[in-house]
């Protein structure tokens, strides 16, 4: 079995149909969407009737909630501050009725089990939390700490924008504590998990918002295979799609997107251009300087960032739509 894993969209429709010249050529026998179809950059609402379109297994991510949410006792604390949330705001005025039933009506996650391969956990995050995400510095002991419920060998995550393919292991000591029952097979496969763990973690990147200083669209292909060529039994290859990057940012300006949205618009706006974190180091930078912008006025401690980091003149300096970019 060959399967196309997508993830991260974040409403980037050039860099999705960027893919889908790709998935067509490669033929692959399925594809999954690992959720975060919206939010990030202007044609969120193009992204969902594209996908609608596709008979692809879709996942919901943290945007997707960040939608579904809004207006309700589950919305994050202060979702209703258009200085922090105004680009939230911009997008929950445009999806429509229909699109949102489809948001609604989507997985957390799910597993797949191919005839002859081991099982296939595919979440956002991790199951029951689709904001937890991993980095290719963490170390294993940090990861397995994250891993330890899921039983599957294979865990396809995404959420972070970067694409990884990593064996993961945690050993522990055998315990002498009994069982509540001795014949229980899946208490005694539980117990064995926990003393000797080993993992295949997958991140497929992202497709509309990569942060690893790579302005391509990103996605992966899992092939099946016996458990001696990759643990785990799913092999990875990791893929790319140069797209033309100027629509994209065109359309923050031209969608009114970038207006509503303020510093949170024009620093996704940031990470089209430089495929780099933006919105993180502002808000690491804010918190080290004695700011809170989820509290404080979200336009003053950007002001006072775009000051002292220099970063709008930068983005700038290499942003496609003024600049000739290799």
């Known amino acids: ?6 993830a991260d969209i974040h409403g980037n429709l050039p860099a ?11 033929q692959p026998d399925a ?4 959720g975060d179809l919206i939010n990030g950059v202007p044609f969120s609402c193009e992204v969902i009737d594209l996908v609608r379109k596709q008979d692809w297994t ?28 105004g680009q939230l705001h911009w997008l929950v005025d ?22 002859g391969a081991q099982p296939l956990r595919i ?9 937890v995400g991993f980095h290719r510095g963490q170390s294993d002991a940090a990861i397995a700490a994250e891993l330890g419920p899921v039983r599957e060998r294979t865990l396809v995550s995404a959420h972070t924008h970067v694409q990884i393919d990593r064996q993961v292991r945690r050993s522990g000591e055998t315990q002498d504590a009994p069982f509540s029952d001795p014949h229980a097979a899946t208490e005694i496969h539980s117990r064995a998990l926990a003393i000797d763990q080993q993992w295949h973690l997958i991140n497929p990147g992202s497709v509309g918002l990569p942060l690893d200083g790579r302005p391509v669209a990103q996605f992966a292909l ?28 065109d359309a923050f300006r031209t969608s009114g997107m970038l207006e509503a949205g303020g510093p949170i ?43 002292a980091s220099g970063r709008r003149e930068y983005v700038h300096s290499v942003d496609p739509l003024y600049h000739r970019v290799a």
């Open 31 to 34: 594809v999954v969407l690992d």
């Open 123 to 131: 979440a956002h995050g991790v199951p029951g939390r689709n904001r």
């Open 1 to 6: 079995m060959r399967l196309a894993i997508l």
């Open 58 to 85: 879709v996942i919901r991510g943290n945007h997707e909630f960040y939608y579904l949410d809004f207006g309700t006792e589950r919305a994050l604390p202060g979702a209703d501050n258009s200085s922090r949330w």
């Open 94 to 115: 445009r999806i429509t009725p229909a699109q949102g039933a489809y948001l609604a009506l989507l997985p957390d996650e799910i597993t797949v089990y191919n005839p």
């Open 222 to 249: 899992l092939e099946s295979v016996p458990d001696a060529v990759e643990p785990g039994g799913w092999q990875v290859t990791h893929l790319t799609a140069p797209y033309d990057r100027r629509p994209a940012l």
């Open 265 to 307: 618009s024009e620093m996704f706006y940031w990470e089209v251009v430089t495929a780099r974190a933006e919105i993180i180091p502002f808000f690491r930078w804010s918190l080290a300087n004695g700011l809170n912008p989820d509290g404080d006025d979200m336009h003053d401690c950007f002001a006072r960032y775009v000051a």
């Open 16 to 26: 999705l149909e960027a893919v889908l010249v790709e998935l067509e050529r490669l």
